[in-house]
């Protein structure tokens, strides 16, 4: 049940950020100085940490889906459910292990 609950917060948390990327993203054919104004924002560490959410939320919602269409697909996986959530959250640990230091070094002025 906890899966479920990560895979609709994450896609909602997604789909929020695709509709507020399309808007900035409009917003240049509205006016460029305020294009550029918001993009200026996002050049901060905050939004650094925001971004490393939004990894990290696509992420999981990615491996989790791939779980959801094994589930649904194939009974070995749904006999083998618990096995296969342990091999979404590795493989998000991997991810973000991966990422997680260069993005940050890079945002906070390290590389």
């Known amino acids: 049940m906890w899966m479920w609950v990560v895979h ?8 929020f950020f695709l509709l507020v990327h399309v808007l900035d993203t409009a917003l240049v054919r509205v ?4 294009y550029n104004e918001v993009i200026g924002h ?3 560490p905050i939004y650094a940490i925001i971004e490393a959410g939004l990894v990290a939320a696509i ?5 989790n889906g ?6 649904d697909k194939w009974t070995w996986a749904l006999r083998r459910q618990k096995v296969l959530v342990w ?5 998000f640990a ?10 940050l ?3 906070f002025g390290g590389a």
């Open 8 to 15: 609709r917060t994450t896609g909602v948390a997604i789909f």
């Open 31 to 34: 006016s460029p100085e305020a």
């Open 42 to 44: 996002y050049k901060t």
């Open 59 to 63: 992420s999981l919602h990615a491996l």
């Open 66 to 71: 791939l779980r959801v269409i094994a589930v």
């Open 87 to 91: 091999v979404v959250w590795i493989g």
């Open 94 to 103: 991997i991810v973000m292990i991966g990422f997680l230091p260069r993005h």
């Open 105 to 107: 070094m890079h945002a």
